[in-house]
């Protein structure tokens, strides 16, 4: 038997670039009816990456939504059809410019289950190194400004606490991954 709750209706009322706006008729198992607005993403990878002296990359770019500058772990969405591990491997290369060769994964979690089917999941990667000559180069996107930095994990777990780090993901991440 199935948790899942049907909806009665679902109306779009939003398609943007990265997500979809639906707004849900459902009765809840109580037996109250409501409408619910739910986003819709095809989900995301974040990645660990990890030096070979176990030194952690971060990723430093401008978040509009906190009107801030962020260090984090990164992270990007899946593309249509794209296998989750091809995708954590793509935006690795796209946002620290290394190719791992071990892709470890550390779970599937979901950041805002109250309004949002967004599933992040997780991978350590290790073995960084920058891509040989001959092989394909992944490029951040074009409305990504990025700075990469390489950090200790004593110095990461000082950022969280002096609140340089705000960012969930990037503390879920870290905790998955026993950094």
Do not use: N
């Not at 992944?138 to 960012?167: C, H, K, N, W, Y």
């Amino acid at each position: 038997m199935s948790d899942r709750v049907v909806p009665h209706e679902v109306r779009a009322v939003f398609t943007g670039r990265v997500f979809t706006v639906t707004i849900e008729s459902v009765t809840l198992p109580g037996g109250s009816t409501l409408d619910m607005e739910i986003v819709h993403h095809p989900g995301s990878v974040v990645m660990v990456p990890l030096t070979d002296d176990g030194q952690l990359i971060l990723v430093r770019q401008y978040r509009h939504a906190i009107g801030a500058y962020a260090w984090e772990l990164p992270a990007g969405t899946l593309e249509a059809g794209e296998r989750v591990e091809a995708a954590a491997v793509r935006e690795c290369q796209e946002e620290t410019g290394m190719v791992a060769a071990a892709v470890e994964p550390l779970g599937t979690l979901y950041p805002t289950p109250g309004y949002c089917d967004e599933s992040m999941t997780f991978y350590r990667m290790t073995g960084l190194r920058l891509p040989r000559p001959g092989e394909p180069r992944a490029l951040p996107d074009e409305d990504e400004s990025i700075e990469t930095g390489t950090f200790s994990p004593g110095q990461v777990r000082d950022m969280i606490r002096q609140g340089a780090i705000s960012d969930m993901k990037t503390v879920a991440g870290l905790l998955l991954a026993g950094v």
